[in-house]
Structure formats: C-alpha cells, structure tokens
C-alpha cells in the first residue's frame, strides 16, 4: 500500500467497470473454443462493426497498446523501411525500443501539440529511393496524442490524403481513441477513421477493460497473414474468450464511450479552478489528460497527498505535470485537489 490519497498518474490504475467482472463470472463455466475463435469474440467484432457501415475490415484482439503496436508495424513493414512519429509518440519513447528491436527505424518529428501534418512529413520525401537511407513507409500518430490532444476530421483528413499520395500507410494508436471521440469539439466518427487510416485500435486497457485493444485492418494488404503474425508474436491468446467478451461488454450498449466522456468530464471540471490561480497549460485542454504548469514548491507539497507525472521542467522554478483522469474517478478526488492545489499556492 502507498500513503498517497489519490492517483492522478493513468487511467488503468483501476481494474474493470463491474460489468465486465459480471460478465467473467458469468461466463466462466461456459465451454468455448480457444484463439479467439469464441462466441464472445465473434459478437464483440459484430457490435464494432456496426459502427462501421460499409467497411470491409478485419478486428483482432491482442492484450495491450505496446504489443498491437509492434505487431502491426512488424506486419506491416519491410527490413529496411521506417516509421515516422511525433517524437513525443508512444513508440518512440514509452516502449523501450520495442519498434527498433524488430529491425524498423523511428524517424521522429518535434512538435508543439504532439500532432502530425503534411508539412511536417514532407522532408521525409527526400530519403526516398536513396539506397543508403531507410524508407518511410508508414506514419504513426495517436488520439487522443501522447498530450492530450486531438485530431479534428479535417487534420486527418489531409494527412490520410498525403499518405495515400505517397504510398504510406496510416496507422492510428487508438489506445485512448474513445477519449478522443468524446471530447466536447471531436467531429470524427469510427467510421470516419476507418476510412481515413490503413489501420487502427481501440484501447480497453485505458478505456474500462481489465486489458485489452481491438485492431481494425481495412487495408487489404496489411489483411494478409496478420493472424500468423499475431501467432508469432505472442499475441494470440489461447483464452481469447477473455479480450472477446471485455469488448463485448464495452461496445454493446457503447458503454465504453460512456466511460470516456466520464473521464473527459472529470479532468475540464478541473480546469477552470487551474485557470483562476493563474496557471497555464502546455497544450489546451480537451480530453482526460491535463499538463498544468506550476512551481516546483507547489509540486512538492501535491506530491505528498497525489501521483502524477512530473512532465517537463520548464525553467528553474517550474515544471509542467500530467494529471490523468479515468473512467473511475469521482468528482470529489477532483474537486479536492483543486482545494489542495489553492491552498499551496497560496503558500508557495
């Protein structure tokens, strides 16, 4: 056990929503057939599809974001071709390396909202068919970002266009996608993103499951063969049934959006109380993760009664911190902080 009163670090500090305990208990003597073959991973791909109209995809489950993230771009690339990502991604910095350990380049981009757009891609152009370079074959983003924040319909919708003019794939980490999908301004449907990328994911983990991501493949040719990869990967469960029925809890009544818009809800309630102390964010808030700056003696003193991240340090006095709000966190955790957070700056 820790002395901190509450977790502000992520949002999987929790287990499941109870439905899905429900549900497992439910289940658990009901024989079904292993490697996702089961009846509740079947009914899981049925209810995100009908999200989807139209759309010819493939749906895998696999356990967490780093694993769909390595097993796509292992899937989907080349030996000698790269992947291009905000350097703030989270598979430049958060998985130790788990991209170059396959054999692919992280070629990365600086900037200030942790978003891509074609102008910033448009220098990797260069590399093309110079032997001595990697190739840039696929693009990575997130949404929400490693910031926080979000894609609008028509940021995507420019990069989907660049991508496709050059022959790239477009790969969403959607390890906090229905986050992003209900912020207050989002203007992007499922629909739309399985339209607009080559492949995506789903987040559980983040989003009210124990575990779990659902991958959507809509093009063809990253279709072939991703089971044998999954396979070879490791990210094939013999007990699949677990990530099928998770996902069918969260898609059949689109709880797992219900959720999101808790957490969203949650961190804006906090921002106003921020504000008013004179504090600043680095990105504009928009979704479950907050970046105030503040100074390092009232960082010091949340520190005794909170987790969070410490962020980046700004200057000497002051540094920004990460607050993560869940589909879990109750209105009272985070009108205490605020309280807290006044009463320190008050002393600072």
């Known amino acids: 056990m820790n002395n901190y009163r509450y977790f502000f670090r992520d949002d999987y500090s929790e287990g499941c929503h109870p439905r899905i305990v429900a549900a497992l208990l439910e289940t658990s003597f009901t024989q079904q057939i292993g490697y996702g073959n089961d009846d509740y991973s079947a009914e899981a791909k049925r209810l995100i599809r009908a999200q989807l109209p139209g759309h010819d995809v493939d749906i ?120 992003a999908l209900a912020t207050p301004d989002n203007d992007l449907s499922l629909a739309n993103i399985a339209d607009l990328t080559d492949v995506f994911y789903i987040g559980g983990t983040k989003n009210g499951g124990l575990f779990g991501e659902a991958i959507i493949i809509s093009h063809p040719e990253l279709k072939k063969g991703f089971s044998y990869h999954l396979k070879q990967r490791g990210a094939m469960l013999a007990k699949g049934r677990v990530l099928g029925l998770q996902f069918r809890e969260l898609f059949r009544d689109n709880l797992i959006f219900e959720l999101a818009a808790h957490a969203n809800t949650r961190a804006l309630a906090m921002v106003p109380g921020i504000e008013k102390l004179g504090y600043h964010f680095l990105v504009p808030p928009c979704s479950n993760q907050l970046f105030p700056t503040l100074p390092n003696a009232v960082i010091e003193g949340l520190a005794k009664k909170y987790v969070f991240h410490t962020w980046q340090q700004i200057d000497a006095q002051h540094a920004a911190i990460r607050l993560v709000t869940s589909w879990a966190t109750p209105g009272a955790a985070c009108e205490q902080f605020v309280t807290d957070l006044t009463m320190l700056s008050g002393t600072a």
Not at 71 to 93: C, D, F, M, Q, W
Not at 119 to 134: A, C, E, I, K, R
Not at 135 to 144: A, E, F, G, L, R
Request: net charge negative; hydrophobic share 40%.
């Open 60 to 179: 895998h489950f696999v356990s967490g974001g780093t694993q769909a993230n390595l097993v796509i771009i292992a899937a989907a690339l080349k030996p000698y071709e790269s992947i291009i990502s905000a350097r703030t991604g989270h598979i430049n910095g958060h998985e130790a390396g788990a991209i170059e350990a396959i054999g692919h380049r992280v070629e990365t981009v600086d900037t200030e909202d942790g978003k891509l757009n074609a102008d910033q891609l448009t220098p990797f152009l260069t590399q093309l068919g110079h032997p001595n370079s990697t190739q840039p074959k696929m693009v990575y983003i997130s949404n929400t970002t490693e910031l926080g924040t979000v894609y609008s319909k028509a940021e995507l919708t420019e990069l989907s266009a660049f991508c496709r003019a050059h022959g790239w794939y477009l790969f969403l980490d959607g390890a906090r996608l229905p986050s």
